[in-house]
């Protein structure tokens, strides 16, 4: 084999979930009443940002072969601190943007260190937490309410120059500046390590907790900053139960789609990010074709099902019954 | 050594640490409660807290039995409340219908749980995945089905009669129940070559292939049943408010993860006891009780929920030192 | 260099799991530019040893220099950091990361806080030279590597830390005969650049060609040490052995009838581990299973019990065929087989479950009626064989977890034997279990066999495999390379043709006159 080939087998997943985004947004934009126009785009990519965001974080978890069940309540929680803090002046917009952040980064850092430290699951231990989040979430904001340094919020949900979305550039700074750095870092590696396999990765002498660590933390500030654009989309801040869980379910549904392992070890927050705008996108094909917006929630459902149906195909490649159980 | 004093040795055995500590904490939640109002320990308060939690025990019964398998059971929200409303609109079809209306409900969850079960033995996708994605499915068939808005068909008598009657005067049917499925559960358990192989699988699911037991089987089953039990769940919650509602099981899937946890059975599996489980369930009530009693808003309920399960699990629940 | 002191030297070395005593006052002392070998039997206390100077576990007891200055290992990096890199038995290569990954893992080169993966890809490269595995793609994912070139990645991966020590703990038992000979021309270059390398080895041959110096161990202590060369291979395993090995095993029947076998295979062929095995296996039998570790006997195994798919070839009981889908239906009445499998912790037992609950667990469809528990049908079968094998618990409701490995390991026989199976498998039953219980279950086997069953044993013991067995097959690369019986089953022909050596028996014929 080839290098090309060698680095395409290990950008597979990503670049399926590429194929899938790109393949459902041309139907996506040819069904579309206005067609492939900067505001259609502009609609798609706000909504889409906002998942690919969480979707960004629960891969930090994943990949050390942990699962992030606070995710959402973390996204919920920052979104209702933005809604009293992100305003006023510069200075103070700013403050308050690294104060929701760092609560973020807080939050993520507090689920890595009870599942890490205290040796919990990871599963429990964050469906505690998240009770934990969404209960502070609802101290900060009982109803619906707050509002947002608006300049700040059109800034960064409009157009850079009346053609590109704003949150997409965002997201594609994260990537470059959170994401790619952590993934090439040596903790990146031992997080990585750690969830494919944690005794060889301590028998090799890797700092696996620290490793871990920095991605439940990574994860915190990524959902921190999911919680932000929200804010900046909708000016307030809402305590819903509901949406939390939601983007708790659908950032696994894009982590799978994305071809990140829920094993552990495997799989690129840049794959989670296309899977999420690709589940966006499905989702939103059902508005292009005028139908019952009533079937949304069981379509969504459905996408999820067959995204991990198509992990369970590998099984029938096992030839030794025994590796079911490991 | 008499078999009477091995059976003895054998239920002190039981009583682990974590059992022991979830009783205490029953019992320090009821003498805080009652210097708070001495209504804590009047019978009438403690028989209204069993019929409260009795609902939530046959929840926590069957997501025991999917925890003791190391697995868990994320669906058990929309199962709730699809056990609720197909008992409901059941109910809507004459007279057979009403008759059938309780059985239906529950044959509804055993599909979800089969369906769930078919994915974690058979597909092996990890259960927290695929309980998750049915339980978005089953919210999805609600919706369509209910048009999005709370569904309108009532209970039926026979609902409202098992959730709110009492047979025996002074003892509401509901509880009878929970202590039914609970026998039920502890023979299973303890006597059945089923409960062994529960017990078994969750241990160690590969030695319990190599001993020849259909693991695959038995895992789908445990699944189909916390189906069933959690639509029951649903249908009696249906009768006692006379109807049911959309978000009705959100309420329940913490909860009964919690009670089971709590209660001492680990969550990797193998390990806990049916008596840990109903103290978990009274612990988890109880607490709930005093923290509405005390007026404590929605948000702090849940921020003292969290901490305190993260709390009882570091003392006991953790995981051994790996070096 | 030639004369200097020892580079390193372990003195007083002690280490307890729990009750058990792994190493006791033991000590080894390395130079540079030689191979050291260590010998022992399994369970004589190597791979703790050489756990404790990678620094994976720490010692109770015990002195380590290196340099003549005072070291302590906290952790394996520490370890590495002193120059002592370790190529481990089982792999510490990380599944899902690539080959070039793998090799740099613990200290990786990195340019603003970042790995750079030129320079990581360099490195890798040069390893992989210097491990003689040239042809292999940095890039590949260990995972789909086949397992003797993981275990040259291993080596790759030692060697990238530029280690003055290195130690090779079985590090060859994976390999292909292929790549065993490369491996020795790479061991043997860096000998001659000055490391000092420890090497674990049940292979006497590989030994007599590597080895500078020896020491053995036995029953976690230290033996004796000696240059290589100046003791006899006898005196050598005597001294592993420390007893006359004949003594302990029951006497073997001689001739068997030639009745027809209750297990038969044709051909027998699954993925790329098993090709075309035949044999068969008569009631009243032992038959051994040799040949190195890792050459298909477990697969072999595994395969009659149900467990592989996509088996092809043919398997008889009884003279007919059949198909076995699963362990369930390998146990059931007209087949009645039983799998003592290799690793108790992990497939033979439930370690936190009571002895009671283990031992029925193969038996619960015996056990219940109408899926109840009889619990007094169970408590008689449990009593039964718990006085068959002598099984010491103190309660029957404690967990199996606590009771020793040799009782354990009866458990997990006791657990089959209720029953009554006419076939029994056993992968490797006497591994880490102490000399008496090994002697128990070597009678146990043999009165089986008397009894009428069907005995199918794979043991990495040879002793285990001469003292018991009616016939031994040995498998070499997933296919039968021969078949010993009776007074041809002797450590030489087992070794040679384990080796895959065509004739290496010893001269018994005097040329013709």
């Known amino acids: 084999m080839k290098d090309w080939e060698y680095r395409l087998a290990e950008h597979r997943g990503t670049l399926t979930a590429l194929a899938i985004f790109v393949v459902m947004f041309i139907i996506y934009t040819a069904n579309h009443p206005a067609g492939f126009t900067a505001n259609v785009i502009q609609t798609a990519a706000n909504k889409g940002v906002l998942l690919a965001f969480v979707a960004m974080a629960q891969t930090m978890v994943v990949i050390t072969a942990g699962i992030d069940l606070s995710v959402g309540m973390i996204f919920l929680l920052t979104n209702c601190l933005a809604s009293w803090l992100v305003v006023g002046s510069p200075l103070e917009t700013a403050f308050g943007v690294l104060v929701v952040l760092a609560v973020g980064a807080l939050c993520g850092a507090t689920n890595g260190a009870i599942v890490i430290y205290g040796r919990l699951q990871p599963i429990v231990a964050t469906i505690a937490t998240g009770a934990v989040y969404f209960g502070i979430a609802l101290l900060l904001r009982p109803f619906p309410g707050g509002s947002v340094n608006e300049h700040l919020a059109d800034a960064l949900t409009g157009r850079i120059f009346a053609v590109v979305p704003a949150s997409l550039v965002a997201l594609a700074a994260v990537v470059l500046l959170i994401w790619v750095p952590f993934s090439r870092s040596v903790y990146g590696r031992a997080a990585y390590a750690a969830g494919s396999s944690e005794t060889s990765a301590y028998m090799s002498g890797m700092p696996i907790r620290r490793g871990k660590l920095l991605a439940y933390t990574l994860s915190g500030l990524v959902a921190a900053l999911g919680g932000l654009f929200l804010t900046f989309f909708t000016y307030t801040g809402d305590a819903a139960f509901a949406s939390g869980n939601a983007y708790t379910l659908f950032s696994i549904a894009a982590v799978v789609l994305g071809g990140v392992s829920l094993f552990g070890g495997k799989g690129s927050a840049i794959g989670a990010v296309f899977g999420a705008l690709a589940f966006r996108t499905i989702g939103d094909l059902l508005f292009v074709f005028d139908l019952d917006p009533l079937w949304q929630p069981l379509f969504q459902g459905l996408i999820l099902l067959a995204a991990i149906s198509l992990g369970a195909l590998a099984l029938f490649r096992v030839r030794n019954r025994l590796e079911w159980f490991l | 050594m008499t078999r009477a004093t091995e059976r003895k040795q054998g239920f002190m055995r039981s009583l682990d640490p974590a059992v022991l500590t979830a009783f205490g904490c029953i019992v320090l939640l009821l003498v805080l409660g009652s210097f708070y109002s001495r209504s804590f320990l009047s019978p009438e308060y403690l028989l209204q807290q069993l019929k409260v939690a009795s609902f939530l025990g046959i929840i926590a019964t069957g997501m025991m039995l999917v925890v003791l398998l190391g697995q868990i059971d994320l669906s058990v929200p929309w199962t709730v409340a699809t056990g609720a409303m197909m008992a409901c609109a059941a109910a809507a079809y004459g007279p057979l219908g009403t008759t059938l209306a309780i059985p239906f409900g529950i044959l509804c969850g055993i599909g979800i749980g089969l369906f769930n079960g078919v994915g974690v033995a058979y597909l092996r996708i990890p259960s927290m995945i695929v309980t998750l994605a049915t339980n978005a499915v089953a919210q999805g068939v609600m919706v369509v089905y209910t048009g999005g808005f709370s569904p309108q068909d009532s209970a039926t008598a026979a609902m409202r009669y098992l959730a709110t009657g009492a047979l025996i005067p002074g003892i509401p049917n509901v509880v009878f129940i929970w202590a039914l499925i609970g026998a039920a559960m502890v023979f299973l358990l303890r006597r059945t070559g089923f409960g062994r192989a529960v017990y078994g699988i969750g241990n160690r699911e590969r030695a319990a292939y190599l001993s020849g037991i259909n693991t695959r089987r038995i895992v789908m089953t445990a699944f189909a049943a916390s189906g069933g039990l959690s639509a029951f769940g649903g249908v009696l919650l249906a009768g ?3 109807k049911a509602a959309q978000s009705m099981g959100d309420a329940y899937l913490l909860p009964a993860i919690a009670a089971v946890v709590l209660g001492g059975t680990s969550i990797l599996g193998g390990r806990g006891s049916y008596l840990g489980t109903v103290a978990g369930v009274i612990l988890i009530t109880l607490l709930q009780s005093i923290l509405s009693v005390t007026q404590m808003p929605e948000a702090g309920r849940q921020i003292i929920y969290g901490v305190v399960i993260i709390l009882m699990l570091l003392l006991y629940g953790r995981a051994p030192a790996s070096r | 260099m ?72 906290a952790s394996p990096a520490a370890a590495n950091a002193a120059g002592i890199a370790c190529v481990f038995q089982e792999l510490s290569l990380i599944p899902e990361l690539s080959v070039a990954d793998n090799i740099v893992i613990s200290n990786p080169p990195t340019r603003f806080g970042m790995i750079d993966r030129k320079a990581q890809r360099r490195i890798a490269e040069e390893a992989l030279a210097r491990a003689g595995a040239a042809d292999i793609h940095p890039l590949a994912l260990v995972k789909d590597l086949p397992l003797s070139r993981k275990q040259i990645v291993e080596i790759a991966k030692a060697l990238a830390r530029k280690p003055r020590i290195l130690i090779l703990d079985e590090a060859t038992s994976a390999l292909t005969a292929a790549d065993v000979s490369k491996v020795f021309a790479v061991l043997k270059r860096l000998r001659a650049e000055g490391l000092a390398l420890v090497y674990i080895s049940h292979r006497m041959n590989e030994i007599a060609e590597l080895a500078d110096d020896c020491t053995v161990f036995r029953n976690g202590s230290k033996v004796a040490s000696y240059a290589a060369g100046t003791r006899s291979d006898a005196e050598v395993i005597e001294m592993m052995i420390g007893r006359e090995y004949h003594s302990v095993y029951p006497p073997k029947p001689g001739r068997l009838a030639q009745i027809a076998p209750v297990l038969e295979t044709r051909n027998l062929s699954w993925a790329d581990r098993l090709h075309d095995i035949s044999f068969s296996l008569r009631s009243g039998e032992i038959v051994g299973l040799g040949g190195l570790d890792g050459q298909g006997q477990r697969d072999l195994l ?42 108790r912790k992990t497939e033979g037992l439930m370690q936190p479950m009571t002895v009671r609950d283990n031992l029925s667990l193969a038996s619960l469809d015996r056990l219940t009626r109408g899926g109840i528990i009889d619990r007094a049908k169970e408590e008689s079968a449990i009593n039964q064989m ?39 498998l056993l992968n490797d039953p006497t591994r880490g279990i102490d000399v008496g219980t090994k002697q128990e279950i070597y009678l146990l086997l043999r009165r089986l066999a008397d009894e009428g069953a069907a005995i199918l044993f794979y043991s990495t013991d040879y002793a285990e495999l001469i003292g018991c067995c009616d016939r031994v097959l040995v498998l070499y690369d997933g296919t039968v390379k021969r078949e010993l019986a009776g007074a041809e089953i002797t450590e030489r022909a087992l070794i040679a043709s384990a080796l895959n050596i065509p004739s290496a028996e010893p001269t018994q014929r005097e040329p013709a006159q």
């Open chain 2, 240 to 242: 006692y408010a006379s």
């Open chain 3, 302 to 343: 595994l395969a009659l019990f149900g467990v592989l798919r996509g088996l092809r070839g043919t398997v008889l009981v009884d003279g007919s065929p059949i198909s076995i889908g699963s362990p369930a239906q390998a146990r059931r009445h007209g087949i009645g087989m039983a799998l003592i499998p290799e690793d």
């Open chain 3, 386 to 424: 718990m006085t068959l094998l002598a099984i010491k618990a103190g309660n029957i409701d404690a967990p199996v977890g606590a009771l020793s490995g040799g009782n354990q390991q009866k458990v997990v026989i006791a657990k089959w034997l209720m029953r009554q199976p006419r076939i029994i």
């Open chain 3, 2 to 73: 030639e004369n200097g002191g020892p580079l390193f030297r372990m003195e007083g070395i002690s280490k307890r799991y729990g009750g058990v005593r792994a190493l006791e006052n033991a000590g080894l002392s390395v130079r540079a530019g030689a191979i050291h070998a260590v010998l022992g039997e399994n369970g004589a206390g190597k791979s703790t040893l050489i756990k404790i100077m990678a620094g994976v576990v720490a010692a109770d007891e015990g002195q380590m220099t290196l340099d003549a200055q005072p070291v302590k290992f």
